[in-house]
Structure formats: structure tokens, C-alpha cells
């Protein structure tokens, strides 16, 4: 942020973020995620410890309707802030796209993946199905869907994103994705564009290995920055980066940690100002950055169980690593039970150098703003 977006932040938001505990401080910036259908007593602790800005929840949370809703209102219920005059909403997300990419329990039904519905023009069933997703996910008390993925499919071995796209021209994507921002705007919900800067062009998937994309800048902003823009314009209110190397603007970091990438070109160029997520950083793209190698399924989070043996020392610096790069929230997706390490890896941070203090709470104030202004749809 520059000099006069700093002096923006009031006063009395600035003497409310300092007076909290810097555990709490931390919390601002850390969506984590449970273990299991049941909210555990270490959990619970750490949740009311850190008090967490959001949660975001998989299949392995989710086992039925009635389950679902239960754990979530006891989410919120542990998670609880004192009254402030600076109380945020609270957000709960999953990722829940249809297709193969689906968190909602059931018996709901995944639905459609998105490029079905482009490739036979399907607005209105595209439609039915979000809405559909919308209903379930406010009566189970989630705010926040992950979507929708505005990737382009130029690679047609790329697996990873495949068929969670809305097609392969820049025209296609922008079309689908901005009906779907627009229906969950108008319906109150927390709308998300990923995976920024593109990882549609790629040949490996980010969560088993480092993935590259060897395009230059004028085809990110001739091709994969088309619907990203158009998003931005309407007032999308958060954009997930992807674990994706870009040689020619960053030859040493993926975007997640890549302060060119995420500073210079989603912030000033596209003039993005809602919040940057990360993606899970417990996949091996970003684990493979600071040299540890672990089993595939550690890094996978749908059904599996949570790994209490992987390797992940690398979390501290990669969480600290990130915010500098321009994440606002940080997304590890196992029990904060683990993640919690990066919450006193933040609060630590923030203890020694002033000027990280100081970015966090920049963050800290976007993340207010973000979360508490209404999002108003164009005409």
C-alpha cells in the first residue's frame, strides 16, 4: 500500500488491532480447517486461542446436513469475538464448484462441472445448480463459495483444472464466470476467482509438484487476465493465487510467493483491492520451493486423512514468505491443531520487526473493509 492508502486506516481501528493479543493479531490472516466430523478439544482452544478470521471446510467436516450444520454453528460459537466496534463477519468457505470439485454433504448432489455447462451454452441450468448450492450452503451457515475457477483450458493435458473451467478462449471463461460472480453477489454470499495469475496452461497439477507456465506478459494480459479483470471490475471480493511459475515475471517463486506478480500486476495493473488468498499451502508446489518432497497424498485434502508425520517446518517461512508477497489470508488446509504454527509463526514475526507489524496491519484493516462492505452488483 502507498503512504496515503496507509494514512486511510483510522486511528481507532489502529489502537483496536494493537491492544489485541498478537496470537489474535495473527489470527486475522489464517483460514484453517478441522479434522474431522467433530470439533476436537485441542481445536476448540486453539480456535478461541487464535480466533481466526475464517474457516474453510472439505469433505472430511461434512458428513451430513444435520452434522454439518451442528459443526459449524459450534465453530462460530468457540470462535466468538467480544463486542467490538470493529466485529467482522466471520467467514466459513468451501470449495464447492460441482462436478469433481464438491464439499457440500449429503445427499446433496455434485451437480455439473462448469464446462459442461459452457460448451452447451446452459445459463439457465448453470443457474439452477448455483442456486441450488446457495441454499444448502446459507442453511448450513457457510458464507463463503470458492468460486468460480476462471482458469483458461489452453493445455489439453492440463488435469488439474480440466473440466473445472468454463472453456479454452478468455471470451467463454469471462462470460460463465462473471454469471456466476454476479448470482452469488446478488445473493449475499463471499464470491472467490481462481487461481491467479492462470494455471490452465500448465502440464503438471500444483498440488503434487511445482507447475510452470511458460507464457509471456502479453498473453497473460491479452488471454489469462481477461476474466480476472472483468471479475475485478465487478467487485469480486476475493481472488486465490496459484503455486504456478511464471519464468518470464518471476523466475525463482510461484505467485503465492511472487511479490511482482501479486504487488505489481494483480494489485496496481489490474487494480485489484479485496483480499488475495492463498492456495493451500500444503501442497507440494510450495513444499517442493523450500526443498522438502513428501508423499502425493499428504498434500490432498478432499477425503484423506489428516498426516501427523509429513514434513512441514517450511510453513513458517513460506506463511511469512507469502504475506510479504501480498497474501492477505493464508489457507493450510489440515486441523489447526498444525496450522497453528503458522498463527505464533505471524505473532512472532510481528514481535521482532516493526515493519512487518506494521504491512500486517494494513492487511488487517483490507480485511476489515473487504468483509464488512456490501457488495454492490453494476447495473
Known amino acids: 500500500m502507498s503512504p496515503k492508502e496507509r494514512q486511510s486506516i483510522p486511528k481507532k481501528f489502529e489502537k483496536y488491532f494493537y491492544s489485541l493479543p498478537l496470537i489474535e493479531q495473527a489470527g486475522f490472516f489464517l483460514w484453517p480447517s478441522l479434522n474431522s466430523i467433530e470439533i476436537q478439544p ?43 466496534s470493529y466485529n467482522i463477519p466471520f467467514i466459513t468457505s468451501i470449495d464447492e464448484e460441482g462436478g469433481r470439485v464438491s464439499r457440500l454433504p449429503p445427499p446433496f448432489i455434485r451437480g455439473k462441472p462448469a464446462l459442461e455447462f459452457a460448451e452447451l451454452n446452459d445459463l439457465n441450468g448453470l443457474e439452477s445448480q448455483i442456486l441450488h448450492q446457495i441454499f444448502v450452503a446459507k442453511n448450513l451457515g457457510i458464507n463463503s463459495l470458492l468460486s468460480p475457477v476462471v482458469d483458461i483450458l489452453t493445455e489439453p493435458s492440463n488435469l488439474v483444472i480440466g473440466d473445472r473451467c468454463f472453456g479454452r478462449t478468455p471470451e467463454k471463461v469471462t462470460k460463465f464466470a462473471s454469471f456466476v460472480n454476479k448470482i452469488l453477489l446478488t445473493e449475499n454470499m463471499y464470491s472467490c476467482a481462481k ?48 503455486h504456478v511459475l511464471i519464468p518470464e515475471i518471476d523466475q525463482n517463486n510461484p505467485a503465492t510467493l511472487s511479490k511482482t506478480i501479486l504487488a505489481k500486476y494483480l494489485r496496481k495493473e489490474l487494480g485489484f483491492k479485496g483480499l488475495i488468498i492463498s492456495d493451500d499451502l500444503r501442497m507440494n508446489a510450495i513444499a517442493e520451493h523450500y526443498n522438502q518432497k513428501r508423499k502425493i497424498q499428504s498434500s490432498i485434502t478432499e477425503n484423506n486423512n489428516i498426516s501427523i508425520q509429513e514434513e512441514d517446518d517450511y510453513l513458517k517461512q513460506a506463511a511469512i514468505d507469502a504475506l510479504k508477497a501480498g497474501c492477505d489470508i493464508l489457507l493450510s488446509c489440515q486441523s489447526i491443531v498444525r496450522e497453528a504454527k503458522i498463527a505464533y509463526a505471524i505473532a512472532n514475526k510481528m514481535q521482532k520487526d516493526k515493519l512487518f507489524h506494521n504491512l500486517m496491519l494494513e492487511k488487517a484493516w483490507n480485511i476489515f473493509s473487504t468483509l464488512t462492505k456490501k457488495q454492490k452488483m453494476k447495473a
Open 195 to 242: 487461481h491467479f495469475p492462470g494455471h490452465g496452461n500448465t502440464t503438471t497439477d500444483s498440488h503434487k509438484e511445482l507447475s510452470v507456465s511458460n507464457v509471456t506478459l502479453d498473453v497473460l494480459r491479452n488471454r489469462e487476465w481477461i476474466p480476472f479483470k472483468n471479475l475485478i471490475a465487478e467487485n469480486v471480493p476475493f481472488i486465490i493465487t496459484a
Open 42 to 84: 485441542e481445536e476448540k482452544k486453539l480456535l478461541n486461542l487464535i480466533k481466526p478470521s475464517g474457516v474453510i471446510l472439505f469433505k472430511r467436516n461434512l458428513q451430513s446436513f444435520a452434522q454439518a450444520r451442528n459443526l459449524i454453528q459450534t465453530i462460530k460459537k468457540v470462535r466468538r469475538n467480544k463486542k467490538s
